[in-house]
């Protein structure tokens, strides 16, 4: 006898469909069976729960409450529970209806009552206007109300006049109509720092751009072991200037020990530190190396919070040797007493014209190769103003105290390679919340004004 053919494949899944279904409709029907009966049971003798004492406490709480109409409080009460056992519901005593029409009251006023729409904020634009670069301060306070730094400054200044263009400033959540963080002496330099370091070494004689320095671990960090270089070292070595674009802790620390703490004080006391300025413009800045030791190391590469610079400083710096000339606090007319009303000379000594030459390239190199590349491209600004300009700076980050949290620096400049006498030193320091998400990063800040500032003062060609 031969063997049966099976049936087709979409028969056979038909009947398995129907066999499911099925199974599930009688394991359905057996749960209900199971499991129904118990709940309208139960259901069924919630109205049997109150009893006398209930009562008992229903009247005495009417009596308390209504001592006045005492027998007609009695009275609701025993007709309260002789309506609810009739018609088999629950009792509420007084406190609980008192509840459920609150309730319903505070549902009701939800339901009408219109949302309170967002506080618009009122822009006072009389800071603004006062100005001398009235669009270049009108883009700052902008980018200062779009991207919300907790604490920022942001300050430009013009090579030539050393004067201030534009400004803006933002804390406890709103743009301020003063920069009093201009002249405030409690934030730490940080990486700024390193500029006071390659200055003295280059001033030395012993150092020059070029320069091989031993690089012994990472470069944001600073070891003790890091600082112990072997005789006939062969291990890798980093040049001063990338050491400095890289913003390389270990090898501007060894610098900072083969100089000695005496250059190093010369040199920060040549770019304004530890000087008391006319009028307290801006606060006194601090350097104060140790003679010797880790902690001279430290305070080299700025990896300390006692090395404090104020941003009218870190300006007048960079204009300085930009324009290779002695230290010039920035100033405008109408800012007292946050910047000078006008030029002041300061006794501050000068660099080598070979020194300023080098701080120059050291901060352009920051630009093209170290840590300011990223932002400070063509990413941020038009291809034809990036080529049109030699862009220079230096970026540091440190926590500080005062106000707490992760301060962020750039100080640089943008200058005009077909006219040099077109230029700007660009200042910004930003505080982030170290529990929030940090604003757009100082870097691209800068580039965003300098990228602006070239639009309107340089004739670019489309497609340079």
């Not at 990472?218 to 270089?229: A, C, F, G």
């Not at 020194?355 to 840590?371: C, D, H």
């Not at 200042?427 to 757009?440: A, F, T, Y």
Request: aromatic share 8%.
């Amino acid at each position: 006898m031969l063997p049966k053919e099976p049936l087709p494949y979409a028969q056979r899944l038909r009947n398995r469909i129907i066999a499911l279904g099925i199974f599930a409709t009688l394991c359905f029907m057996i749960g209900s069976c199971i499991f129904g009966g118990g709940k309208k049971q139960e259901v069924a003798q919630l109205p049997e729960a109150p009893e006398t004492p209930i009562v008992a406490v229903d009247s005495a709480s009417n009596t308390a409450s209504n001592p006045v109409n005492d027998s007609a409080a009695t009275d609701s009460g025993a007709m309260d529970l002789e309506t609810a056992m009739a018609e088999g519901t629950p009792i509420n005593t007084t406190e609980q209806k008192a509840e459920d029409m609150a309730n319903t009251q505070a549902t009701v006023t939800a339901a009408v009552t219109p949302e309170v729409p967002p506080e618009i904020e009122v822009i006072d634009s009389t800071h603004i206007k006062a100005q001398k670069n009235v669009f270049l301060a009108e883009k700052i306070d902008n980018m200062l109300r779009r991207f919300k730094p907790m604490y920022g400054v942001i300050l430009v200044v013009d090579v030539q006049t050393n004067e201030i263009i534009a400004w803006g400033e933002r804390k406890d959540e709103k743009v301020q109509s003063t920069p009093d963080f201009f002249v405030k002496n409690t934030f730490p330099a940080a990486s700024l720092a390193k500029t006071i370091t390659i200055a003295a070494a280059m001033d030395s004689k012993r150092y020059s751009l070029n320069t091989p320095i031993p690089m012994i671990g990472s470069y944001h960090t600073l070891y003790k072991n890091q600082l112990r270089v072997k005789e006939n070292y062969t291990g890798p070595t980093i040049e001063l200037q990338d050491a400095y674009a890289m913003s390389a802790n270990p090898p501007l620390a060894l610098i900072g020990l083969n100089v000695g703490a005496g250059r190093l004080k010369e040199a920060a006391k040549k770019l304004g530190y530890n000087t008391n300025f006319p009028g307290g413009i801006p606060g006194r800045s601090s350097y104060t190396p140790p003679d010797s030791g880790y902690g001279l190391a430290e305070v080299s590469c700025g990896f300390t919070e006692s090395t404090t610079l104020t941003p009218l400083l870190a300006a007048a710096q960079v204009r300085a040797i930009l324009a290779k000339k002695p230290l010039e606090i920035p100033w405008t007319a109408n800012l007292s007493p946050y910047a000078p009303k006008s030029r002041i000379a300061l006794e501050a000594g000068s660099f080598s014209e070979n020194t300023y030459f080098g701080l120059r390239q050291a901060m352009i190199r920051s630009i093209t190769n170290g840590t300011a590349r990223k932002q400070i491209s063509t990413r941020n600004m038009a291809r034809k103003n990036y080529n049109a300009l030699d862009i220079g700076g230096k970026t540091g980050s440190l926590d500080g105290h005062d106000p707490y949290g992760r301060y962020e620096w750039f100080k640089g400049f943008a200058q005009s390679k077909e006219d040099p006498k077109k230029a700007i030193v660009v200042v910004i320091l930003q505080i982030h919340d170290l529990q929030k998400v940090r604003s757009q990063p100082a870097t691209q800040v800068a580039a965003m004004i300098m990228n602006y500032w070239a639009h309107q003062n340089l004739n670019t060609k489309k497609g340079n």
